[in-house]
C-alpha cells in the first residue's frame, strides 16, 4: 500500500474561516505523518457547511451554485494546503502542495435532480425551516437530528476532467488537494462542460478519483472510530472488517443512515470491488496511524 486517497469530512473543518484554520493546523499533522511514513496522498475533503455559507453570502448577486462550490474548494484548499505546508517545513520535507479546481462529469437526466437530498449549509428549527422553504422555494430537510437544512440533488459522478493532471502531479512526487465538495458538477454540451445547480456527494467522487489514480486504498475520515451496526443502541457492535457481502445485508437491514454513514459504506465498496487488492478503510481523523496500522477503523475487502 503506497498511494492512498484520504477523504476528509467537511462538518469536521468547521463552519467560519477562524475556526477553519485552527482545526486545519490539526488535521495537516495527521496528513504529514502519512507523508512522513512514505505514503502518496490525494486529499479530498467535504464542503456541506461551507458551500451552504457561501451561497448565503453570494445570495443577493445571484451565485449558481457551481460557483459556490468551486469557491469553496478554493476556500478550503487554500487552508490545507496552507497547514500542510506549515507542518512540511517544519519537519523538514521537501514537498510541494496543491489544490486543484476539480470538476466532475455528471449526467443532466439523472434521477437525483428530481430529488434533492444532499443537505447544506447551517442547522435551521423546524420553524425556520418552514419559513426558508415558503420565502425560497427551497428544499428543507432533517439532517441527521440536528436540525433542518437546505437540500440540493446529489447526482452521481461519472468521469473527473482534470484526472490526468492529479496524476501527473502525484508522479512528481507532490501531494495533490483535489475533488472538494465531489467537485465541481458539469455536464457536456457539445465543447463546452457547463455546471449544474447541485452537490455531488465527496465520498462518492472519492472513491471515483480513487480508482481513475489508481490508489491502493480509499481511506475515508469520519467523526467516529469505526463502522457499526445497531448504531446508538445499547447492542451496538463495532466492526473491525466488514467484506462488500456483509455491508450489502447491512444496507439492506437499513443499518447505516442515508446523509451519514451510508455514503461511506457505498464508496468504499465500489473502489475495493473495482479492482483486485484494493482496500478501504472508514475510521476517525484522530487514529489514522492506528487505522493503517490494523489497530483502529473499519477495513472493507472484497
Not at 506549515?86 to 476539480?102: D, H, M, P
Amino acid at each position: 500500500m503506497n498511494r492512498i486517497l484520504v477523504a476528509l469530512g467537511g462538518n469536521a473543518l468547521g463552519d467560519d474561516p477562524e475556526k477553519q484554520l485552527n482545526i486545519v493546523r490539526q488535521t495537516a499533522k495527521h496528513m504529514v505523518d502519512l507523508i512522513e511514513a512514505g505514503y502518496e496522498l490525494v486529499i479530498s475533503h467535504g464542503n456541506g457547511p461551507q458551500v451552504g455559507m457561501i451561497s448565503l453570502a453570494m445570495e443577493g448577486n445571484h451565485m449558481p451554485l457551481p460557483e459556490c462550490v468551486a469557491m469553496s474548494q478554493g476556500y478550503i484548499g487554500y487552508h490545507l494546503q496552507n497547514g500542510i505546508g506549515v507542518e512540511l517545513r517544519k519537519r523538514n520535507i521537501k514537498k510541494a502542495v496543491v489544490s486543484l479546481i476539480t470538476q466532475v462529469i455528471v449526467n443532466r437526466e439523472d434521477e437525483a435532480f428530481n430529488k434533492p437530498s444532499k443537505p447544506i449549509g447551517k442547522f435551521y428549527t423546524k420553524e425556520e425551516a418552514i419559513k426558508i422553504q415558503k420565502l425560497k422555494g427551497y428544499t428543507m430537510m432533517e439532517d441527521a437530528n440536528r436540525g433542518y437544512r437546505r437540500a440540493v440533488p446529489s447526482p452521481k459522478p461519472i468521469d473527473v476532467v482534470e484526472k490526468e493532471a492529479i496524476k501527473s502531479l502525484l508522479e512528481q512526487g507532490h501531494i495533490v488537494i483535489a475533488g472538494g465538495g465531489g467537485g465541481v458538477p458539469v455536464v457536456r454540451k457539445g465543447d463546452l462542460l457547463v455546471g449544474v445547480d447541485a452537490v455531488i456527494d465527496k465520498d462518492l467522487a472519492s472513491a471515483l478519483i480513487a480508482k481513475q489514480v489508481d490508489a491502493d486504498c480509499l481511506l475515508i475520515l469520519t467523526a467516529v472510530d469505526r463502522v457499526a451496526i445497531n448504531f446508538g443502541k445499547p447492542d451496538q457492535i463495532n466492526l473491525d472488517r466488514m467484506t462488500g457481502e456483509e455491508a450489502y445485508k447491512y444496507m439492506e437491514r437499513g443499518e447505516f443512515a442515508p446523509g451519514s454513514m451510508l455514503p461511506k459504506v457505498m464508496a468504499a465498496i465500489d473502489f475495493v470491488e473495482s479492482k483486485k487488492g484494493r482496500q478501504a478503510i472508514i475510521a476517525s481523523l484522530g487514529k489514522v496511524k492506528e487505522a493503517l496500522g490494523g489497530k483502529s477503523g473499519t477495513w472493507i475487502y472484497k
